[in-house]
């Protein structure tokens, strides 16, 4: 029998050690590289796997409402170490999934060290992995270490890959009242790909801008921990009450600039405007231009839904200013997960591109069931993109709009010049990753017409149920030899 050389995982947070796992359980054999306690971070307290850095909470569980919780189901039905983990030591929490952390960062690595084809190297992996390394799957993080962050930018030619990145809200389309807002884009222009009505206008008047200015200035705003405190703002990427505090009409003459834009219902410019630009290749995401934040959760929910249009906006991600390493995964990796320049090395965890403990660790599992795969000779076969686990794999390596080098439009592209992901940012899962049904549920059990939220919860069910189904066929599926 031929042997299978091992893989190495490097970092052994919730990407890293779901990785690890995967491997393992298709036996192949595993190296897992972890550097704590040997050289802790800055946020880490432990050597632990899987440790928990922040809340001890999985989010929402309800699998058939909740697309975080269809996500913990679909990761379950996978055969998830760290979902296992996480159900032996929870805490009552409501409808949330909350663990003991220090249990639970306890059980994975009991777990780990316990299995026979898992080797442990407790050692910093500096720089580039050796090229007698065959497959590694690098999971370090958004706290990657400097030397291996910088050999990382080299080789991808992105540069620095640790900034603060402020993040800008982006709602659910279905959620923006139409009856205010209207598609235009300023002056009719039509860009790449684009038909002169690209952009969903938000206007107010002078009484409505002054009152947001001053819930801007007043809002309560994250602090920097520490350790994030000499991270430079990405550059271009203004905090939007940052740029409320250099003067009151800044963000008039700026993002909420109204030039151009004839509201239908007046046949005037208003006095400022919020746009709201397509985020997502399905539509069903949109975010506010320009507005990138650092104000606390709550406050943006109230804040931005003084804004006229939005005041029943349901929210997909929220803004944030973020110590980030992360990789432009839609331009970097193919959907393996693998690096396009050096496909050895493949990618998982928050620094593909994905926000939240559990959506790590799903990147984790796909990373992990797919380096095995390739060990295997089998062929790689994504998970569909009618479930979570495969929304996620489209949202960091194809999910979004390409664009052209400085958004010129398509007639003077020069023929075979490269387009990049627009706005590539991090994100949770969200049913707004997820592909619309063809048809969705009008009527209730009983035949009763669904109307306002009832409705949206029916859909919610029925695209949850779709994703299960889905889901067990892409598990059944038998392995088969790749081919050329």
């Not at 595993?30 to 899987?50: C, I, N, W, Y």
């Not at 959907?335 to 799903?362: C, D, H, M, N």
């Not at 994504?382 to 390596?397: C, M, N, Q, V």
């Not at 023929?415 to 049913?431: C, D, H, K, L």
Request: glycine share 8%; charged share 20%; hydrophobic share 40%.
């Amino acid at each position: 029998m031929t042997r299978i050389s091992p893989i190495h995982v490097i970092g052994a947070g919730l990407a890293g050690s779901e990785a690890a796992h995967q491997i393992a359980s298709a036996g192949v054999p595993v190296v897992l590289h972890e550097m704590r306690p040997t050289r802790m971070t800055d946020a880490h307290k432990s050597g632990g796997f899987a440790e928990l850095v922040c809340s001890n909470s999985f989010r929402s569980d309800d699998w058939e409402n909740n697309a975080v919780g269809l996500l913990h189901e679909e990761m379950r039905r996978a055969g998830s170490l760290i979902m296992a983990a996480a159900d032996v030591h929870k805490l009552p929490a409501g409808g949330a999934l909350a663990v003991d952390r220090d249990a639970f960062s306890a059980e994975v690595t009991a777990r780990l060290e316990a299995n026979p084809l898992i080797t442990l190297d407790r050692r910093e992996v500096e720089g580039l992995p050796p090229d007698d390394w065959q497959s590694v799957v690098i999971a370090t993080g958004p706290l990657t270490s400097p030397a291996l962050s910088t050999a990382i930018g080299q080789l991808t030619g992105e540069g620095e890959l640790a900034f603060f990145d402020a993040i800008a809200p982006v709602i659910h389309r279905d959620s923006v009242d139409t009856s205010v807002a209207w598609f235009q884009s300023r002056y009719d222009k039509m860009g790449p790909a684009g038909t002169g009505a690209d952009y969903l206008n938000c206007p107010m008047n002078k009484e409505e801008y002054n009152a947001f200015i001053d819930a801007l200035l007043a809002g309560d705003k994250t602090v920097f921990k520490e350790w994030e405190s000499n991270t430079p703002y990405f550059d271009g990427c203004l905090p939007v009450e940052v740029m409320a505090e250099r003067g009151r009409e800044t963000l008039r003459y700026g993002p909420m600039k109204p030039v151009g834009l004839d509201d239908p219902r007046t046949g005037r410019w208003p006095y400022a405007v919020v746009q709201l630009r397509q985020d997502n290749a399905l539509g069903t995401l949109w975010n506010m231009v320009g507005f990138q934040t650092k104000l606390k959760h709550a406050e943006q929910v109230r804040i931005f839904r003084m804004i006229p249009g939005l005041e029943n906006a349901e929210f997909a991600r929220l803004g944030g200013l973020h110590r980030n390493t992360y990789l432009n995964s839609p331009k970097l990796l193919d959907r393996a997960l693998r690096l396009k320049a050096l496909p050895r090395l493949r990618f998982a965890g928050q620094i593909t591109g994905v926000e939240g403990y559990v959506e790590s660790a799903a990147i984790g599992l796909l990373a992990g069931r797919f380096a095995a795969a390739e060990a295997l000779g089998h062929k790689i076969i994504a998970p569909p993109p009618t479930t979570a686990l495969g929304a996620l794999i489209d949202h960091i390596t194809g999910g979004h709009i390409l664009v052209a080098p400085s958004d010129s439009p398509s007639s003077s592209r020069p023929e075979g010049a490269a387009v990049t992901p627009r706005s590539f940012q991090p994100m949770n899962i969200n049913y707004g990753l997820i592909p619309d049904l063809e048809a969705a549920p009008t009527v209730d059990a009983n035949g009763k017409k669904l109307k306002g939220p009832e409705r949206g919860r029916a859909k919610k069910q029925a695209q949850s149920r779709r994703a299960i189904a889905d889901l067990s066929v892409w598990l059944n599926t038998p392995s088969t030899p790749a081919t050329e």
